[in-house]
């Protein structure tokens, strides 16, 4: 990439930075240190507000980059990610959103602790959303790395490098200063920017082709090498049984992960009432269905303007396709408009990836403070140090995700992205769904659903060609799979409803009715709520 593509995408980036930090740096002077200011922002925020920042949390640099990578590459297969992103928001919406607003303060360990035993609960569940933050957060990471390759026209590792310990190093800045409020506003300028980007891009890509999606779809059919297979399921899932269960699995794990998503699910704490959790989300399935269809356009554009070809040449996981599209829409890569062009989207992308690791970075130092911390160091520690705890905590795990960002800096961020689904709906959807609407469920059951889920998901995870055998797996050179799934979702899911009910009938302890009949009229009504 020349130095005239450089100057203004840095511009822009840098421009985005100084004012979230302005944002952070603001809001920071302006709080009074308390949990709920720091957790959840006051719950000031109204239902668009929410919507658009849950929107902002929830299209991450898996969906601009990745997603639109994987349907330039593989066409039909690719769609699975967009369709399954998006239908993930119906379980959202009629199962967990305002139920969830109702039944907890700041976290899932809130909603199932609150007819269990607290302790073991809480360590279980937190220990589950922190792992399942860390995987979602290598995501972003390894975005960024590829984000920064194509800007400097480096692919080498030392620019990725940088690249990921940068990104980690301002996540660290945003959550440990500004908290919640701060976050939420990031969100929403980069909800907005986002938007407008996929916007300009699409209806570039419609009037390139008049208009005709079928002539896009044609056109992009002939470039893939592919002919017609391009436009028909199986060209990366259907080449043999096991590619099929790994459709399968992808796809239970996306519609089912959303809902045990920790940073999504802190969103509906930053609303004052239930019914400002479910208006949020309905926004929220407005702003994310828009985008995802756009995506789509976006992902056979790329392969029908750029190519196949060109996208894997740039980077073999695809997560450059959006850039390369741009630069050419604008004119190529000699020209001003497609200079202009490149650095918008490059910089948008940017504000995704640091927006999306801000979000998860909260969530996960709040749950080592407010679950984790709390079991384990003081029962009833004061809010105001679990707050000093949650910012330490931030830092910690920013290092822990740059780590593995670093590692995984190869593979496709929408991939990537699909593992943390699996094991959210592994082990914290079932924990979840069971405290809800299970009147007899038990400490044990939900101990053992967590775990239940937990410990197989990534288990698979390590046993799975993901990590070795092939070479697009993290260590290529050694051979111990086991497992012939890339996504562990298909087994680890069922097992973690299968653990919580063998751990609530194998249970001694007599299920708590006035407990769950509290927790039930709470979540339906929210009277008592917080």
Known sequence: MTGNHQTP??????????????????????????????????????????????AGDYMS?????????????????????????????????????????????????????????????????GTSSVTVSVLYLVAQMVGAGSLVALLLGNTGEAAR???????????????????????????????????????????????????DFDQLLRTAADRSGHGAAFLAPGLKYGGDWTARFDFMSLGLA????????????????????AQAARRSTVWAIGLIGGFYLMTIVLGFGAAAIVGPQAVRGSNASGNTAVPLLALDLGGGADSTGGTVLFAVVTAVAFATILAVVAGITLASSTSVAHDL???????NARPRSEVAVARVAAVGV?????????????????????????????????????ALFWRSFTTRGAVWAVYGG????LALVVLSPVVSG?????????????????????????????????????????????????????????????
């Open 9 to 54: 995408a840095l511009l822009l980036f840098s421009a985005f930075v100084a004012v979230t930090l302005g944002i952070t740096t603001w809001v920071s002077r302006n709080r009074h240190g308390s949990a709920e200011e720091f957790y959840a922002g006051g719950r000031l925020f109204s239902p668009m507000e929410n919507g658009f920042a849950i």
């Open 61 to 125: 640099a898996a969906s601009f980059l990745g997603v639109t990578g994987l349907i330039a590459l593989f066409g039909y297969d690719g769609l699975l990610y967009s369709v399954g992103f998006l239908v993930a928001w119906l379980v959202v919406l009629f199962l967990v959103a305002e139920l969830v607003r109702n039944c907890g303060r700041f976290t899932l360990a809130d909603v199932v602790a609150a007819r269990m035993s607290e302790r073991p609960v809480r360590i279980a569940s």
């Open 161 to 211: 490098s940088w690249a990921v310990i940068g990104v980690g190093a301002l996540m660290i800045v945003y959550v440990s200063l500004g908290g919640m409020r701060a976050t939420t506003w990031i969100q929403i300028v980069k909800a907005v920017l986002l938007m407008g980007g996929a916007v300009v891009l699409t209806v570039l890509v419609l009037v390139r082709f008049h208009g």
């Open 254 to 273: 996306l519609v089912l992960g959303t809902a045990g998503l920790p940073h999504i699910l802190s969103r509906f704490y930053t609303v004052p009432t």
């Open 373 to 379: 911390y709390a079991s384990l160091r003081r029962r």
């Open 398 to 434: 920013g290092v822990v995700a740059i780590g593995l960002g670093l590692l995984a800096r190869d593979l496709n961020v929408a991939f990537l992205v699909g593992l943390a689904f699996a094991v959210a709906a592994s082990a914290n959807l079932p924990v979840l769904l069971y």
């Open 454 to 457: 937990l410990v197989p998901a």
């Open 470 to 530: 092939s070479p697009e797996s993290l260590f290529p050179d050694v051979d111990f799979r086991y497992f012939p799934l890339q996504n562990p979702g298909l087994v680890s899911i069922p097992l973690g409803f299968l653990a919580g009910w063998l751990g609530t009938v194998t249970s001694t302890e007599i299920a708590d009715e006035a407990k769950h009949a509290e927790t039930e009229v709470r979540s339906l009504t929210g009277a008592g709520a917080a």
